[in-house]
């Protein structure tokens, strides 16, 4: 195989390239003969490099290929898992060779996606599905609580029914759990269906005709909350070009938008001064863990105070403790600007932010 991977280094046709990848592949995979440390290595550090030139469909093979096999490098594993959703999928559901560490960093700086796939792992650990918890998405939540495999510790269990009272969906998953705590087990039945008895009440309080009145007040609400929030998104984008120009400082800018008034219009102002995607930047923004948004705002060279006053806004819409924000604080001081902008770059490349 050593010289397969040294002709594969060094093939400049692209469709030669592709048909010895899948030749190596396939003789990683198959043989049965005990490979060399440098072999392995070597096959890792070409794999890795070859990704970028692979399509979406060779990367999501190579990804399927790969998560039943032991004795992947761990490198190339890696790559796989930082790649798209899609890629890395099959390696973050099956693949034996992550520690609970490397499941953990991939939960705190990719997408929902990928976490949703970390949640169905077989026997995944508790230290792990607490993260998982602490992002607080639904989808997740439920995918954890579907795994009969995945193991919950007591304050996962507390934190999900404590934050989620009225997930009637995902209570009822709790209900059905072997090692849910019997304490929450008895407070569980009075929580459940908590919106479903909301609609009811309302309903049999109003006739048809006001709940008729009642759903147009809302649509009209809705409609007029969005179109202020199209404004504020406005006012953010002249705001990055007032600090582009030299107008405005970063500073007076993030104490602008994170005054009450203005909060919706945060989220696009750092992805714009980040070039990220603002989705992204949503997302991580109203998770209750702020490792990623600690690293993408050390990256565009934001303050402390700057970065104080986001904390303390979030600390207030999310309800999160002091401890929690003093940690991000202290995470944000002690982190390099060119680290956090190489760790940014190299999200950039893998997970398509």
């Known amino acids: 195989m050593y010289n397969e991977l040294t002709k594969l280094a060094t093939e400049n046709s692209s469709d030669k390239r592709l048909e010895l990848m899948n030749t190596i592949t396939d003789m990683f995979i198959t043989d049965q003969k005990i490979k060399s440390l440098s072999e392995i290595e ?3 550090d070409i794999f890795t490099k070859l990704l970028k030139n692979m399509d979406k469909n060779g990367k999501m093979l190579i990804s399927e290929k790969f998560s039943h096999v032991e004795d992947i490098p761990k490198s190339f594993a890696v790559a796989l898992i930082y790649e798209e ?7 973050l559901q099956h693949s034996k060779v992550f520690s609970d560490t490397d499941l953990i960093n991939v939960n705190n700086l ?3 996606e990928h976490r949703v796939a970390v949640a169905g792992r077989i026997n995944i650990s508790e230290i792990v599905t607490d993260n998982l918890i602490g992002h607080g998405e639904p989808i997740v939540l439920h995918t954890i609580c579907s795994n009969e495999t995945a193991h919950i510790s007591d304050d996962g269990y507390a934190h999900m029914v404590r934050h989620n009272p009225d997930d009637g969906a995902l209570l009822a998953l709790l209900l059905q759990r072997d090692d849910l705590p019997e304490d929450i087990k008895l407070l569980l ?3 459940s269906g908590g919106t479903l008895s909301t609609v009811e009440r309302v309903a049999n309080k109003h006739s048809k005709a006001e709940m008729r009145d009642l759903m147009d007040k809302a649509y009209q609400e809705r409609n007029a909350k969005q179109t202020e929030d199209n404004l504020k998104m406005t006012s953010s984008l002249e705001q990055v070009n007032q600090v582009r120009s030299g107008e405005l400082s970063l500073d007076k800018a993030i104490d ?5 008034d203005m909060s919706k219009g945060l989220p696009q102002f750092i992805a714009e001064m980040g070039h990220v995607d603002i989705k992204y930047v949503q997302e991580i923004i109203g998770q209750t863990r702020g490792e990623a948004l600690t690293v993408l705002c050390r990256s565009i060279g934001m303050s402390e105070k700057a970065f104080v006053a986001i904390c303390t806004m979030r600390q207030e819409q999310l309800s999160l403790p002091l401890l ?10 002690d982190m390099d600007v060119k680290q956090a902008k190489v760790a940014i770059g190299k999200l950039k490349l893998t997970a398509n932010i």
Do not use: D, R, Y
Not at 256 to 260: A, G, I
């Open 189 to 191: 039945p009075h929580l």
């Open 324 to 333: 929690s924000k003093n940690k991000h604080i202290n995470s944000f001081k």
């Open 85 to 91: 959703a899609e890629v890395a999928a099959p390696m």
């Open 42 to 44: 070597l096959f890792g």
């Open 110 to 112: 990719t997408t929902t």
């Open 256 to 260: 602008q938008l994170t005054s009450e």
